[in-house]
């Protein structure tokens, strides 16, 4: 591993991640900066959009790490700044991270109930409840993986090397970071099978709703499967191929040993943890395409005419659609026709509104 062509290709390795984070920083830190500025301008009046708020606060916070990562990367990278790292900016990076993937699944959850199962108010859709889970799942991050990793990262650096950060690890940090590795793998695992299956049976609502109204819109049926699926391809893409050897590489990591393989390991955890981190840029696009007060409002803030992006979002970009839904719910229950094009109309701006 210390033969000049190893060497050579580990500092172009290094030097190609740490640009791409660079590059994506700026449209990174833009993005989350008009999506939290859109969000301030709307009311917490749902437990979606609850989430939103903090899930674009995770977002926003995470992108202001990234050049301290990128800069840790860099093989001229003082001591002292990967020490800082170690001990701070990366644990607080995880934490972002996780933050938006455990609220990417509260999201999910949230919409299953209000479009799968919308009889009854379930504890789940109220609103202090809500804030309460939110607040509470910061301070759980916090007390059981932040604090006591910053804590046991307590050595002192001996050298510039990939296992610096293990290195300043104690013996109860070695096995902390074994058991939060695996903890955190765990969240991600839960989150994936609960999104999968929450969308594929509010897709299933929704087609449905297609079949019982004898609907032949086969526009409206692929704009549909592109809401709903969207969500769950943006996570798996951004997530899973981090999450596929995470737990293989901290075996190899926390075993303080040397060969080929934990090499692959430890380049491939480079290049997928800056395909989570671009997860801060697409979470904005699916707030843009799924939720309809988002985009009404920026298009309110920047003046920009009703139709605007209609050919890709639909009618969700259309700001009557809370006025047209009003009028669909007092519409005469005599009309079996119209009711049938109402439930149709219902679910879709269900989707554009809440998703």
Not at 105 to 121: A, E, H, M, N, T
Request: charged share 15%; proline share 4%.
């Amino acid at each position: 591993l210390n033969h000049p062509t190893s060497t050579q290709l580990r500092y172009t390795i290094n030097m190609t991640i740490t640009s791409l984070y660079f590059l994506s920083f700026i449209p990174a830190l833009i993005i989350n900066g008009v999506a939290v500025w859109v969000c301030m301008r709307l009311q917490s009046t749902s437990t979606f959009m609850v989430y939103l708020k903090n899930l674009l606060a995770a977002d926003l916070l995470m992108t202001l790490t990234i050049p301290l990562k990128a800069a840790n990367i860099l093989p001229s990278a003082p001591l002292a700044l990967k020490a800082f790292a170690c001990r701070s900016s990366d644990v607080i990076f995880y934490l972002f991270m996780y933050m938006s993937i455990i609220l990417l699944g509260l999201i999910s959850l949230d919409r299953f109930f209000k479009i799968v199962r919308p009889c009854g108010r379930l504890l789940g859709q109220n609103l202090v409840f809500g804030k309460v889970l939110s607040a509470s799942i910061w301070v759980v991050l916090l007390a059981t993986d932040v604090i006591p990793t910053m804590i046991l990262t307590n050595q002192d650096p001996t050298n510039k090397t990939n296992e610096a950060c293990m290195e300043m690890k104690s013996e109860a940090g070695h096995g902390l970071h074994r058991g939060a590795v695996i903890f955190n793998s765990s969240i991600f695992w839960v989150v994936c099978v609960l999104i999968c299956f929450c969308y594929v049976c509010i897709s299933r609502k929704v087609f449905k709703s297609y079949r019982k109204s004898e609907s032949s819109n086969d526009e409206g049926r692929h704009k549909t499967n592109v809401r709903v699926f969207l969500v769950l391809v943006v996570f798996l893409v951004c997530f899973g191929p981090y999450h596929a050897i995470r737990i293989p590489y901290t075996q190899f990591q926390v075993t303080q040993t040397t060969s080929c393989a934990k090499a692959t390991f430890r380049i491939s955890k480079k290049i997928t943890l800056w395909m989570s981190a671009m997860n801060v840029c697409l979470d904005p696009l699916i707030y843009f395409f799924l939720c309809k007060s988002f985009r009404t409002t920026l298009f309110k803030t920047l003046r920009l005419p009703p139709g605007t992006c209609c050919w890709l979002t639909g009618r969700g970009s259309d700001p009557n659609t809370a006025e047209d839904q009003t009028k669909t719910q007092e519409t005469p229950l005599g009309d079996s026709n119209q009711m049938k094009s109402n439930v149709i109309c219902h679910m879709r701006r269900i989707l554009v509104i809440q998703v």
